[in-house]
């Protein structure tokens, strides 16, 4: 760059509004075809138009959960987050610290543990566990219930330590924990996180015919 | 009247999604032709835009002040359009962009090219000094309003514009 392009320091004070000292023609005359450079810029550019509108509510329709916080905003200031599913016994106590799942034939010995609900026979039991001790609420919202956000909330079992069983029919699942109701949270020990089509990760839970599940 | 930004997002969050296209309307409106002169690209920065407010409808919950809403979502459009410009370079030789030389034969053709060969050079300014020009001198914002969207001091803006002013007047030849 040749010295003499850039501007003095009078011409920034003089191209910011500012009381500045005397320019010279030239310097005056460059600072003023700068400024006309960029209105015609601007006025070249063509307004975005209201056909971002549209699209933009297609795509919030599709999926209508607002709300979502940012995960890393989230991971970034509780403590860490941990989710394990493992299996259910029939009548295991469930305060381990893991996720059971426990084939439907035998899950209805669940409510006898506590449980409230009752499987049908495609179902398995899973139990969600998420350690957040910061959070006044958990719940867990999916596929398998519309994503509502708190229609299964998780209960606090322990220090920190929130948990729930719930009776997921065999398939394919996807799902996120919602903390205090906002902030949206990928299990982040779920065996396969998918693109939610938004920027964010849902996490993947498989339910087998014989109550195999990965997370 | 229309409602604050703090009652729409309320409303959003309560489950009636439908009154998000309130926020659309305005903001794009708002930051629209930010948008096309941050990324020079009227296609592409449409795109960040809609991706920008796909994802603030995502976070929605995590806006902190709702009635603060167009700061907050401003911030992820720069992202979004800084991210756009990144991916432009990347498939534009500079070479593709360079603008035009100094020597101009004909007034009419240089009345045409007024503007573009700002757009020329915008593309080879860092996206926080292109920023920073666009804000203050194609959508005309003082320094005080770029402090607040941005969040950042007015010294450091006033710099980068600084910076942004000296470069481009170097690479956009005589200016006179």
Redesign the interface.
């Known amino acids: ?2 010295q003499d ?3 003095t320091k009078d011409a ?1 004070r003089y ?2 509004g500012e009381p500045s000292g005397d320019l010279s023609v ?1 310097e005056r ?2 600072a003023e ?16 138009g ?1 056909a ?2 549209e ?3 297609a ?3 599709r ?2 959960h ?5 995960a890393w ?1 989230w991971l970034l200031t509780p403590r860490p987050v941990r989710i394990r599913p493992v299996w259910i016994p029939a009548l295991a106590a469930a305060a381990a610290l893991a996720l059971w799942l426990v084939p439907s034939r035998s899950a209805r010995r669940i409510p006898e543990v506590g449980s409230r609900v009752v499987a049908a026979p495609d179902t398995v039991y899973v139990r969600f566990e998420l350690v957040a001790p910061q959070a006044r609420s958990v719940s867990v919202a999916g596929s398998f219930n519309g994503w509502q956000v708190g229609a299964v909330p998780l209960a606090r079992v322990a220090d920190g330590l929130w948990a729930t069983t719930v009776a997921l029919p065999v398939g394919e699942h996807r799902y996120e924990f919602v903390i205090d ?4 949270v990928p299990d982040p020990t779920a065996h396969a996180q998918v693109d ?1 089509g ?3 990760r849902n996490s993947v839970i498989v339910v087998g015919p014989k109550g195999l599940v990965r997370s | 009247m229309q409602p604050s930004d703090g009652a729409v997002v309320r409303q959003v969050l309560a489950g009636d999604v439908e009154q998000y296209r309130l926020l659309v309307e305005r903001y794009r409106v708002e930051f629209g032709r930010y948008a096309v002169a941050a990324v020079g690209d009227r296609d592409l920065a449409q795109d960040a835009m809609q991706e920008a407010f796909i994802r603030a409808f995502r976070s929605l919950g995590s806006c902190r002040n709702p009635d603060r809403f167009g700061a907050w979502f401003f911030r992820i459009l720069t992202n979004q359009c800084r991210n756009a410009v990144a991916r432009r370079r990347d498939t534009t030789a500079l070479d593709a962009v360079d603008p035009p030389g100094g020597e101009r034969a004909d007034a009419a053709l240089e009345r045409q090219e007024l503007g573009a060969r700002l757009e020329a050079a915008l593309a080879r300014l860092t996206p926080e000094q292109r920023e920073a020009f666009v804000m203050k001198h194609v959508d005309g914002r003082s320094y005080e309003e770029m402090a607040e969207l941005l969040g950042i001091g007015t010294d450091a803006l006033k710099m980068r514009v600084h910076r942004a002013r000296d470069a481009l007047r170097a690479a956009m030849g005589d200016l006179t």
Do not use: I, K, N, Q
């Open positions: 760059m040749r392009r850039a501007f920034h191209l910011d030239a005359a460059a075809r700068l400024v006309a450079e960029a209105l015609a810029y601007a006025e070249r550019s063509e307004p975005v209201p971002l509108d699209a933009v509510m795509a919030v329709r999926h209508p607002a709300g979502r916080g940012s905003g109701g906002t902030r949206w939610d938004f920027g964010g």
